[in-house]
């Protein structure tokens, strides 16, 4: 097979999707992407078998897609414990714990000064350097992974929530002043409202790292399931099928976990610019 075949898929798909994002309706809007994402899968496997690219180096589309149907209930597994149990765990850990140091933080201006650096310290730490510290400490199940999860995802939470916590004006807080509003007053009916679009934020940018933060760390440390340990093992014995099976295993799981966020910060924060269409 020659460059031709090859150039003329991508020119065709290329023009294709640039008629379809003139007209700018809801149905390209979803069609755009999905046919750009399939003209690429098309142009990979092309590639591959055209130059006849080894599988160690390059597994085609075909091959990882055999190799996610022979291998679905390994990876299950692997997803339970690392997605399910590691990264869902330390998020949701990691997301509240986030959320009451902020509310605490905002009450104290001692903590403001003096946690929210050490913060900024503590989250520029390598993960490559952490995880293994954390896996000796909590051992080599799933509950090391969810604590490697819990110290990625809490400085960035915490650092959106302390922001949307200042959010409002001194007019709106001298407002709720005139109606004798004492401090939780203030908060439920009117701080944490407008925190909402900030704590989103945080919590969408933290679901990518928390699968990386859980993955990551069972390269350190990890029973005999696990995505990192099966990719980790699979790089080993030449299964490089099975290793991107598990990356796409990792990107679905990552897609939707983003898509639940966002689904549910539509409908908390309807009453947002952003959220208008």
């Known amino acids: 097979m020659s460059a031709l075949p090859i150039l003329a898929v991508w020119l065709g798909a290329w023009g294709l999707n640039a008629f379809l994002a003139r007209l700018n309706t809801r149905l390209t809007r979803i069609l755009v992407p999905l046919i750009f994402g399939t003209t690429l899968l098309l142009l990979w ?22 190799a996610f149907m022979a291998n679905i209930p390994l990876l299950w597994g692997d997803f339970v414990q690392t997605i399910l149990k590691g990264a869902l765990s330390g998020w949701l850990i990691g997301a509240l714990a986030a959320i009451a140091t902020a509310i605490a933080i905002d009450r104290s201006p001692f903590l403001q000064r003096g946690l929210l650096p050490i913060g900024n310290f503590v ?11 954390l896996v000796m400490w909590f051992g080599f199940d799933w509950q090391s992974k ?14 959106n929530m302390v922001a949307g916590l200042a959010a409002t004006d001194a007019l709106q807080r001298d407002l709720m002043a005139t109606w004798s509003a004492g401090y939780w007053q203030s908060l439920v009916k009117m ?17 990518t790292l928390a699968l990386i933060g859980a993955i990551v760390a069972e390269f350190f440390g990890s029973p005999t399931r696990g995505m990192g340990f099966r990719i980790s093992t699979a790089v080993g014995q030449l299964d490089l099928p099975l290793v991107w099976a598990e990356i ?30």
């Open 123 to 133: 989250a520029a730490l390598p993960i490559i350097g952490i995880a293994p510290i």
């Open 191 to 207: 701080r944490l409202p407008a925190a909402m679009p900030f704590l989103f934020n945080g919590l969408k940018i933290t679901t």
């Open 146 to 159: 969810a604590a490697v999860v819990v110290v990625m995802v809490f400085f960035p939470i915490l650092v």
């Open 248 to 277: 796409l295993v990792a990107a679905i799981a990552g897609s939707l976990f983003y898509g639940i966020v966002s689904l549910i910060e539509s409908r908390v924060t309807f009453w947002h610019p952003s959220q208008r269409r």
């Open 45 to 66: 496997e092309m590639i591959v078998r055209a130059y006849a690219v080894p599988s160690v180096i390059l597994p085609a589309p075909s091959q990882i897609w055999a």
